[in-house]
């Protein structure tokens, strides 16, 4: 993502997590029936506007060409962020990482060793596609979770479905 557009899905975002609202219980019914039950199992823990995001997310590229295509497009929308969970990290914590992260390139022998939370809150596509790894998702899935803050070119997914999630997170 260009650091103009990363800067204001980041600000968009933090303006989205103030009020820690959770999904709509509807909402919640139907991500449970879209996911396998361990995959439902982490994603129920994560932060309440973690996973409304993740529905919001989802729900638009539900009504998308490329989900009638992908038919684990809209698992990978619901499990994009699913390595949040693991940071444990609060609202200024985010922030703080958010302030950091542009200043540390993503294969940046720093990164890598930060500690506490926000070393986490950074990693977080990678641990998160690790997760879903252990998990059993599909390779698709697992790629969007560690590739879904790189560019088009560095997509392993097809392109059509990376421009659907990309856009929907945006």
């Not at 989900?67 to 703080?96: M, S, T």
């Amino acid at each position: 993502m260009a650091p103009v557009a990363r800067t204001a899905h980041l600000i968009a975002r933090f303006v989205e997590t103030v009020p820690a609202r959770p999904p709509d219980a509807e909402d919640e019914v139907w991500a449970a029936e879209q996911l396998e039950p361990a995959e439902w199992a982490v994603w129920s823990r994560l932060a309440d506007t973690d996973r409304r995001h993740l529905v919001q997310v989802a729900r638009e590229v539900e009504n998308t060409p490329a989900a009638l295509e992908h038919r684990w497009l809209i698992r990978a929308a619901l499990l994009h962020d699913i390595g949040k969970g693991e940071a444990e990290i609060g609202v200024v914590g985010r922030v703080a990482a958010t302030l950091i992260d542009p200043l540390l390139p993503s294969s940046s022998w720093l990164r890598s060793r930060l500690k506490g939370r926000i070393g986490r809150y950074l990693r977080y596509p990678d641990s998160g596609a690790r997760l879903l790894t252990e998990l059993g998702s599909p390779p698709p899935v697992v790629a969007w979770a560690r590739e879904h803050h790189l560019g088009p070119a560095h997509w392993t997914i097809a392109h059509d479905a990376g421009v659907a999630l990309a856009h929907a997170d945006g």
